[in-house]
């Protein structure tokens, strides 16, 4: 299919074949506007920034950089190209031929599905929207507003198979998703990790590095669906969500990286020095780092759960790169969950594989987690200090699965809820790290300029020099 960008919606889906829904689109867009006006970015409308703007789905048109100001953005529907006879595959229905309308018996699990991935997305922008005024540099100011864009557009991506694929019940979900509100006491947004503030930089570049990757197992899950218009979907999206992902991940880099700069110059690793010099100590980061990976660990979903062996069996949701598995069927086959056995200790229990899906990309996910912790570990490794950054086990702080409300330290090992509560300074962050990490957040807005908490970035985007213009006040 053609790419039409001239249109109102931009899309290579044929929108303009298809008046009933481009009419429907062409509804929701103006409340898309309101929602973003009122709960995107706080200010900056009037900014220019150097976005990049996917206007077609081919390697030269996904990419397109220039000054925008982002109402003016054009979110568009961009679906990857369809595969030639793609097939099922994996579960019950392997091999057939894969869907191109949602069979009725699905319906409702995949529309439950597609509006779960879709609210993850205007919520992100709802955590994000005050961020801009204490962004430590011009180079981030443009990184957070790029990835609010893009999330905008990835609501757009669920909306439109709301709209294409589940008519009325489809539309009626669509305006739900800007209903539903991050932190909001009423209607909150479906999962938890989505209501937590995001009211400082450290925790933005821990949400894009934690939180973003489980976007992008889950994306992932779902391009193997049969629903072909959902893989396709989820497949473009994550050409996208590779540099939400490099922004958290050069993010901690650089304040770790900064933070030993300056713990060289004192001669110390003391934390109440470190503050009184304008940096973040590596204790602090290590907090933060506790609590968005165990908050992301929570969005696979349960360790043993029904829901994810029918989405399996039933060809909906997949496990990432499933090609890479040998069994495409997992009837048969069965994996063994460690548990809590209820008085103190661990107990093994084997259950069906396709139960065992959520745990199974959640370790992926762990092992993908582990290859930033890698590189940061690496500039301490350089510098001569033995200090690293460790992932907590994944029995850790969970509120979802068999581990949820079980006690245990950061290594996994059970122990009793007074001697957790006794460890929440060491391990969780306090008010004083969040008040003194707030204290640093200052917007700096000078060309090439960097707050004094993190070090500069290696280099610019799309090969523009650091102190490149990003954004433009005007
Ligand atoms: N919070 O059988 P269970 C992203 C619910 S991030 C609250 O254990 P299941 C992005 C669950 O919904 C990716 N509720 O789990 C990142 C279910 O409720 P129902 C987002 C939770 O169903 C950054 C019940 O508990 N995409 O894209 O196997 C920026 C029992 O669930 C939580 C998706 O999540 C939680 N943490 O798996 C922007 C993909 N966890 O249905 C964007 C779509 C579970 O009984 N979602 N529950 O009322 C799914 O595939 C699944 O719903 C889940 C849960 C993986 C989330």
Known sequence: MESNYQDRIPNNVGLGANRTLQRALEHWQPEFLNWWHGLGPSDFNASSVYLRTAISVDTKGWATFDYVKMPDYRWGIFLAQEENERRVGFGDHFGQPVWQQVPGEHRSTLRRLIVTQGDTEPASVEQQRLLGHTAPSLYDLRNLFQVNVEEGRHLWAMVYLLHAYFGRDGREEAEELLERHSGDADKPRILSTFNEPISDWLSFYMFTYFTDRDGKFQLKS??????????????????EEAHH???????????????????????????????????????????????????SLDLFGGDSSSNAASYFANGLKGRPDEIKYEDHIEAESSFTLELPNGKGGVREERIPMRNAVNEVV??????????????WNRHLEEAGYPQRMTLPSTRFRRTVGSWA?????????????????????????????RAYVHSVMHGVFERGKMASWIAPPERGINTQPINFEYVRFH
């Open 362 to 375: 959640r370790e992926a996910y762990v092992r993908d987690c582990e290859k930033g912790l890698a590189r």
């Open 245 to 295: 992902m490099f922004v958290g991940d050069t993010g901690i880099g650089r304040v770790i990286k900064r933070t030993i700069e300056v713990m060289k110059e004192l001669g110390t690793d003391d934390p109440i020095a470190l503050r009184k010099a304008g940096v973040i100590d590596l204790p602090t980061i290590q907090r933060y780092l506790n609590f968005w990976f165990s908050s």
């Open 222 to 239: 779902l391009a193997e669906s049969s629903f072909d218009p959902l893989s396709r979907t989820c497949k473009f999206m994550l050409t």
């Open 405 to 433: 409300n079980v006690a245990t330290n950061p290594e996994g090992k059970p122990i009793t809820k007074e001697e957790f509560n006794s460890h929440l300074d060491d391990w969780l962050p306090t008010p004083d790290d």
